[in-house]
């Protein structure tokens, strides 16, 4: 039975399709009429826009990031529509500072080619051509007068920066203290999935987002009672996700994203950029940006089914009102339930949520409320290892139910509350606020996998566990010169404080069973008796952190300099009685961040960085044996050296890494508890993103990692690989607009995960694989309003395979899952 911050297993489940399932023949009929529907009865319409050319004089938003000329020109034909004929010789080694606000198309192509020596004259055709600026239009300083009405708003810290070419990624990503920073500005590896990929993927938690990026795995069952991680080789809690900067706001076991606008996922620790995680994650960060109200209304209606009877709907609603539209309201609404393909199993999933903001010149503000409940009844578990299994069995069918009772219940109350103004045009003040109320029970066995023959045992448990959680940040940011150079300063503080309390009953009756018998049993009855809740782990996490990016050389060079002191306190008790077990958890630390960017050109920076990650220290054992019995170790410091080179095309980017991660462990060494190993992972990292050829668009890459134990307390032990860490892993996605059906855009995945050691001693692993998914959508209109239909299909062959987490479990994979759905814009 899982609990967090226990040695205590946390157990997995999967869902999928067996293509001879009764329902899947139906499922397919479905398909197959939705198909001759659209072929004809739908007028066609470009994947790419639903919506016409804009008009030469008519205003449009833009938010087109700082980059080459070229690269900005061809993005603002993109988004307006136009032909823009361009001489490359006129624009080579140009730079645009990006475009911001509303504009019409002469003036937007005035403010982007201000200072250029360059103009843009319109065409017969509609469209516009780029030549040198007339006497006419040139001052005597040379610059072109740029006769522009900017009509927007100044853009929030925690507004999603803008997307990237082909729509997939953004632009930017929050850094925590050192604020939205455009990717090639940053020096880490972080890239931000947009809402567009999460629908286009029908991604329903986080978990979907994991098979995009090389450098991220799943560490649990899709349909496990939690969707936990391992990023860079090391363990991500979905408990640690945060929601728009802060931590221990986002829902503690599962995180669904039909309210998200942006995954922002960030390599490596990250104590002194977004202060330590409640459960003590360094592998990275997920931060989870919700959706706002944009200038146009939305009014989005989808109905889906998944495999094998999983049927939902979900509505977004947004619109602005208020002079200058000041106000924005967004409203995600979601349902869904029925059977999956795992024997047995079903879930029910509900979602509400409603972001509020206001925006004026100089005040910005936001509320986000979410409200979240999950069931799922027959909870597929992870096993664990018997000591004495000599080798991994084969992996079952994976629809295959195990142990095959039990059930989750979960249901999450959260909200958010920020606000920044202006005090000046150089100084912003900041504030957060949220709170977060987990209600969850379950009833679930934690399997031990005996032999090779695939017989396991296992024994029944029902857990309860309340969780309450406030987080605050507040601060000043500041821009300001020294002489040549500027600076981006920022002074902050955030304070989270979370208490647990848990029930666990142990009495429910044990059994053995096996895995290629996929036998159920009845979920034992709890009728009558007693588990109260009592108090278990209270934690306060307190930091102040000073940061400062100065910029160089008209903007080439970047350096980034925080220290971030982190003061961490705790409780632990004993569940069955509530006493407080041992002394309270007082500790402090300081740690550093160091980044540097250099701009060999616009389209070109290289980087390298070194950042430090905190996890609560170990408490000694209380045993005669031990010449320290009950000491309070102090906080773990985990520390990443990175460089790297980024390349951004204008219509694709890529970024390559090498990175070093080393997080310590506690052990005891004779008669000391002390921290004497160290788990050090090094790797190279390769990712891309963008339009490689118009109408083509890719999203993955590969990373190779070496994660050995490079302390032990154990001499035989040293030099091992780490547990749960592939070497090389990769993730490569395409989708292709096929050019001779306007509307239709094909895709494909493959995901590869090399052979895995799963116990220290190196003599247990799992075999290598492969998965491909593939999927179909297409655009159309009806009666004049845009309609989506997408087809996706997860694990198209139907593999079976094992993941491991890093703590030495075992889960099947999950089998051929089929999403279809249809979207309508009313």
């Not at 379950?442 to 023959?453: C, D, E, H, K, S």
């Not at 995945?749 to 090399?754: H, I, K, N, S």
Request: with cysteine; proline share 6%; net charge neutral.
């Amino acid at each position: 039975m899982p609990t967090r911050n226990t040695d205590l297993p946390v157990n997995p489940c999967v869902t999928g399709i067996c293509c001879s399932h009764p329902a899947s023949a139906l499922l397919r009929q479905i398909m197959l009429l939705a198909c001759l529907s659209m072929a004809a009865a739908f007028v066609p319409v470009r994947a790419q826009s639903t919506t016409a050319p804009v008009q030469p004089q008519a205003s449009l938003r833009y938010d087109i990031p700082a980059g080459t000329l070229d690269q900005a020109l061809n993005h603002f034909a993109a988004d307006a529509g136009i032909t823009l004929s361009i001489d490359g010789a006129l624009t080579a080694d140009k730079h645009s500072s990006g475009l911001s606000g509303s504009y019409s198309v002469p003036d937007g192509l005035k403010a982007l080619l201000a200072g250029t020596g360059l103009e843009a004259v319109a065409t017969l055709d509609s469209g516009y051509v780029i030549r040198p600026a007339t006497a006419a239009t040139i001052t005597t300083s040379g610059t072109v007068l740029p006769t522009v009405t900017v009509a927007g708003h100044r853009a929030a810290i925690d507004e999603a920066p803008p997307l990237y070419k082909g729509g997939q990624v953004g632009s930017g990503a929050r850094m925590g203290v050192l604020g939205n920073t455009a990717v090639m500005d940053t020096p880490f590896s972080v890239t931000s999935y947009s809402a567009q990929v999460i629908e286009n993927n029908q991604a329903r938690s986080v978990a979907d987002i994991a098979a995009m990026d090389p450098s991220v795995r799943m560490s649990s069952a899709r349909s496990n009672i939690n969707e936990d991680l391992t990023m860079r080789g090391f363990a991500v809690s979905s408990a640690d996700f945060a929601l728009n900067g802060l931590f221990g706001l986002t829902p503690y076991w599962r995180a669904p994203l039909e309210s998200i606008e942006r995954v922002e996922v960030i390599k490596g620790p990250s104590a002194a950029l977004f202060g330590m995680a409640p459960g003590s994650s360094v592998g990275g960060v997920i931060n989870l940006v919700p959706k706002r109200a944009g200038d146009a209304p939305l009014m989005r209606i989808t109905a889906g089914i998944t495999s094998n009877s999983l049927f939902g709907g979900h509505a977004d609603i947004g619109g602005r009102f208020g002079p200058d539209n000041v106000f924005g309201a967004r409203l995600n609404v979601m349902h869904r339930g029925g059977n999956t393909t795992i024997d047995g199993q079903s879930t029910y999933q509900s979602l509400g949520s409603l972001g509020l903001d206001f925006r004026q010149r100089s005040l910005r503000a936001s509320l986000d409320l979410l409200w979240q409940q999950e069931r799922i009844n027959n909870v597929v578990r992870q096993f664990q290892l018997s000591p004495g299994l000599t080798a991994v069995p084969r992996v079952p069918d994976n629809t295959t139910a195990y142990p095959g009772f039990g059930w989750t219940d979960g249901r999450n109350i959260s909200w958010l509350f920020k606000a920044e103004y202006d005090i000046s045009q150089a100084v912003t003040a900041y504030a957060s606020y949220g709170m977060r109320k987990l209600n969850w029970g379950a009833i679930a066995a934690n399997p031990v996998l005996l032999n090779t023959a695939g017989d396991y045992s296992y024994a029944g448990g029902w857990q309860r566990m309340p969780v309450r959680t406030q987080s605050l940040e507040a601060g000043v940011r500041s821009v300001f010169a020294t002489g040549p150079v500027s600076h981006s300063t920022a002074l902050g503080f955030t304070w989270l404080d979370q208490s647990q309390e848990l029930g666990f009953y142990t009495g429910l009756p044990p059994g053995i069973s096996n895995l290629y018998t996929g036998q159920l049993f009845s979920t034992p009855s709890i009728a009558g008796i007693n588990n109260p809740t009592r108090p278990y782990l209270d934690t306060q996490l307190t930091s102040v952190v000073l940061a400062d990016t100065m910029s160089f050389l008209n903007e080439r060079l970047l350096a980034s300099f925080g220290l971030r002191y982190q003061k961490v306190e705790g409780q632990s008790y004993n569940f069955a009685t509530g006493v407080a077990s041992g002394p309270r958890y007082d500790k402090s630390a300081i740690t550093p961040v160091v980044g540097i960017v250099f701009k060999l050109r616009p389209s070109l920076s290289l980087y390298a960085s070194y950042i430090e990650g905190l996890s609560k220290g170990d408490t000694a054992p209380i045993s005669a044996a031990i010449t320290n019995p009950g000491e309070i170790l102090s906080p773990y410091k985990s520390k990443q050296k990175e460089i790297g080179v980024k390349f951004d095309q204008g219509n694709f980017m890529t970024t390559l890494s090498l990175f070093e991660l080393t997080r310590p462990s506690a052990g005891i060494s004779g008669t000391t508890f002390g921290v004497f190993g160290e788990q050090r992972n090094r790797g190279v990292e390769a990712t891309i993103a963008g339009e490689v050829v118009r109408g083509v668009r890719v999203l993955g890459g590969a990373s190779y990692i070496d994660a050995v134990l490079s302390k032990s307390v154990s001499a035989m032990l040293k030099g091992n690989k780490a547990i749960g860490v592939p070497e090389w892993q990769a993730n490569l996605g395409a989708e292709w607009d096929v050019g001779f059906l306007p509307g239709l855009t094909l895709t494909g995945r493959m995901v590869y995960t090399a052979k895995t050691f799963v116990d220290a001693t190196n003599t247990l692993k799992i075999p290598d694989w492969v998965r491909v998914d593939a999927g179909v959508r297409y655009a159309a209109r009806i009666v004049s309003r845009p309609v989506m239909f997408r087809l996706n299909v997860e694990n198209l062959l139907d593999k079976d395979y094992f993941g491991a987490a890093t703590a030495g479990y075992l889960f099947i994979g999950t089998p051929r899952t089929i999403n279809f759905s249809a979207s309508i814009d009313l």
